[in-house]
């Protein structure tokens, strides 16, 4: 008999999610929703941020940033710590398309996001539709990251140009002008370092207007216009460009403009999916919107920033009205949430510019006034820095534990599912429903294989599978809590650690049993959540040419999921932990440091570029670098888990009579693990691990290398440590990096067992032996 499993309001509905609420771009707008969501959380909101950039730029510094008066991280707000303090949920994709009929977003390569709200402010990007040569070779200004990019190219073009470099900065609005002042600044401090002339470079302004700024009043066009004479840039006015080449433009009225490189900054344009998705838009293809920031055609749909418009109240594309845009918009998303009436909003007529010259100089400009002045730069400098605290530095947390179900939020339909959530069964009453399993499984398309001869089409009490004969049978389980707030990428990486003993040990692959606990919640929401976790598991399955057989579900308090995978090896090409040999030496193929890194991400300690490449790392598959390793001789092989990378090397060396040399300056580490390490944050596994270090000669040295704890922090998807003959290392590393696996190291060397009992020695210029 089960019995029913008492349980609190408080417990079970700490994860309960009655509402979806999904934002799209992490522009001005969206950043403080979500601070003021995380200030004042709605309960039974479950908020997903699907942001192309995981760390946004702040339109006020970037030009700031340009000229070098400012780092990267001062003016860029990292999307990670505040989701995190959200309580919400990053995706890392970008858009391509929505289905309003059935409130989804699709992104490319991952299924679709369902959505019960959805808020877009995605920005906007210049305007080169139609001009020959445009997208081929002038670079705008949007996306920033892409931008940053080919700016350091092109930084690196002009230091190396041995003849005057010109640049012609295409838009005479505010962005343009001040591109083209941030950049001829950092370009002429860069020259004046290596004692060339700054006349080796040349700066041209391009405006198919009959004045620059032409949204300004007169006295700041009048200021500008002089500061652009004074530091000798350019200005061609009224010059439309009507064709772009390689080495300049081609303009109507303004004849032909020579150039080395073109900065795009013109009117600002709309992306093509939000009309095409069915969302009533303007010419440009921005979002109409009403009063609320509600489009006027979709009710559960609201637009805010460069890409939306106002019906009633039109607006200049500018980044000061998406910041203020944000208090309304998160007022009225709780509203539309809660079924309450929204609340009208009024833009602005007038605001306050401060527009920078590139030399720590700015013009203020506002209604028909203006002042201009170092201080003018010192007063933007404090703005803009009091506006990024607000988002660098997040206060602490409020709890959300508690449910309050007198909230508009919980409707009679919401209630009574509360009530069965709060007496969920234990042992099999559990389970995740069967009507769900199947709407689940009948979204899914498992790989099929000969040998899987019951599987899940069958309904069988169990999956059968055939062994060939000749041919061995090797087995491994994996199963563990959810460290990302994305289950799909969950999911990979989950499928991608289980598969990695079987690799690990020459076999390939054949089925698996997926073990899964979803939390709790209303079964529409159980069976997205499950769809998400087990489309991103199947892909990297039938990757890999392995059938999905079968598993088990239920509901807990968290997410958590594993996988029991079985392969097939042959005898002779069996990879064993304990076949070292002295002579050889050790290969790493991935990067170390994922333990402190989601530790430190727990906290909100991690910057969200760190986490991304780590997550990049985790995505790799070991198959491609086992069948390397095993074609170049490898004599023993692991994959480098939990115990971390000494770990696993002492279960290497205790089977075989050998010592290691490891080089600690050879380990490659993921970016931002050091720096966490230094914080003294580290997994709750790194304790347990750290016990091993008692294999290590001359510790009390070999402990203060800045590396040395690395060595046993535990990996999730880590890379293969295997052993091999040193004549073939070089051949295989090189195709290693062929591969994909760019961060694959010899770190360290086999030797004959020595006179002292430690088997392992750590190496390191920094360290005497």
Wanted: glycine share 10%; with cysteine.
């Amino acid at each position: 008999m089960v019995f029913p499993r008492k349980a609190s309001m408080k417990q079970t509905t700490n994860s309960l999610v009655l509402k979806d609420l999904v934002l799209i771009g992490g522009g001005h707008s969206h950043v403080a929703v979500l601070r003021r969501l995380g200030m004042n959380p709605l309960p039974g909101l479950r908020v997903t941020l699907i942001a192309r950039d995981i760390h946004t730029p702040y339109s006020g510094m970037l030009p700031g940033y340009i000229a070098s008066h400012y780092g990267y991280d001062n003016s860029h707000i990292d999307l990670r710590p505040l989701v995190q303090f959200a309580g919400a949920r990053l995706y890392h994709c970008e858009v391509e398309g929505l289905d309003l009929t059935n409130q989804q977003v699709f992104c490319p390569g991952r299924p679709p996001v369902r959505f019960d709200l959805l808020s877009i402010n995605i920005g906007s990007r210049p305007h080169s539709v139609g001009i020959p040569g445009a997208a081929e070779f002038a670079l705008p200004v949007k996306p920033i990251d892409d931008f940053l990019t080919g700016w350091n190219r092109i930084v690196a073009r002009v230091l190396a140009s041995e003849r005057r470099f010109r640049i012609a900065v295409v838009g005479g609005g505010a962005g343009g002008v001040e591109l083209a002042l941030a950049t001829q600044y950092r370009l002429r401090s860069l020259l004046q370092a290596q004692g060339r002339a700054i006349e080796d470079l040349e700066h041209h302004l391009v405006a198919n207007t009959d004045e620059i700024m032409p949204t300004h009043n007169p006295g700041v066009r009048q200021r500008f216009a002089r500061v652009l004479r004074e530091r000798g840039i350019r200005l061609h006015t009224g010059a439309r460009v009507e064709r772009v080449e390689g080495h300049g433009l081609y303009c109507r009225h303004g004849g032909f403009i020579p150039a080395d490189a073109i900065l795009w900054v013109t009117h600002a344009t709309a992306p093509a999916w939000p009309r095409e998705s069915g969302l009533t838009t303007d010419a440009q293809g921005f979002i109409r919107v009403n009063d609320y920031l509600q489009s006027v055609s979709h009710r559960e749909v609201f637009a805010a920033g460069d890409i939306a418009t106002m019906v009633d109240y039109p607006r200049p594309k500018s980044g000061v009205f998406a910041v203020r845009q944000g208090p309304p918009l998160t007022e009225n998303l709780r509203r539309a949430a809660l079924g309450r009436a929204l609340k009208p909003f009024k833009p602005q007529t007038q605001f306050l510019g401060l527009i920078s010259t590139g030399d720590q100089y700015a013009i203020a400009s506002r209604g028909n006034w203006s002042l201009e002045g170092h201080w003018v730069w010192r007063i933007k400098d404090w703005i803009d820095r009091r506006f990024m605290g607000q988002y660098n530095q997040l206060p602490e947390m409020l709890s959300t534990s508690r449910l309050n179900i007198d909230t508009g939020l919980v409707g009679q339909e919401a209630i009574k599912e509360l009530s069965a959530i709060a007496m969920r069964c234990g042992g099999c009453g559990a389970k995740v429903g069967s009507t769900v399993l199947a709407r689940v499984m009948n979204r899914l398309s498992p790989v099929e294989r000969d040998d899987v001869l019951i599987g899940l089409k069958e309904p069988d009490d169990a999956a059968v599978v055939e062994v060939p004969s000749g041919r061995l049978m090797v087995q491994s389980v994996d199963y563990f809590r959810a460290f990302l707030d994305d289950p799909y990428l969950f999911g990979k990486i989950a499928a991608n650690h289980s598969l990695g003993d079987i690799f690990a040990m020459g076999a390939q692959p054949q089925s698996a049993m997926a073990i899964a606990t979803l939390p709790y919640g209303r079964e529409a929401m159980v069976e997205e959540q499950l769809y998400q976790l087990m489309a991103g598991a199947l892909e990297v399955l039938n990757t890999a040419h392995t059938a999905l057989v079968g598993g088990h579900s239920s509901e807990g308090a968290e997410l958590s999921f594993g996988l029991a995978i079985s392969g097939l090896a042959e005898r002779s090409a069996l990879l064993r932990k304990g076949g070292m040999r002295p002579g050889e030496v050790l290969i790493l193929t991935k990067p170390l440091g994922t333990g402190t890194l989601f530790a430190a991400d727990m906290r909100h300690k991690a910057k969200g570029r760190w986490i991304d490449a780590a997550i990049e790392s985790m995505l790799v598959s070991n198959q491609a670098a086992a069948q390397c390793l095993h074609r170049y001789g490898a004599s023993a092989c692991t994959d480098v888990t939990g115990f971390g990378l000494l770990g696993h090397l002492v279960e290497m060396i205790r089977p075989v009579k050998v010592d290691v040399d490891l080089d600690l300056d050879a380990l490659p580490v993921l970016d931002g693990a050091l720096e966490t390490i230094h914080m003294g944050i580290f997994s709750s596994l790194q304790p347990e691990n750290v016990r091993l270090r008692r294999a290590i000669q001359d510790l009390d040295a070999a402990s203060k290398h800045e590396r040395y704890p690395i060595l046993f922090d535990p990996q999730t998807a880590g890379g293969l440590l295997a052993s091999l003959p040193s004549d073939r290392a070089k051949a295989c590393l090189e195709e290693l990096h062929r591969l994909g696996y760019t961060e694959a190291r010899i770190i360290g060397q086999v030797h004959a067992p020595g006179a002292v009992a430690e088997p392992i020695r750590l190496m390191a210029h920094s360290l005497s032996h």
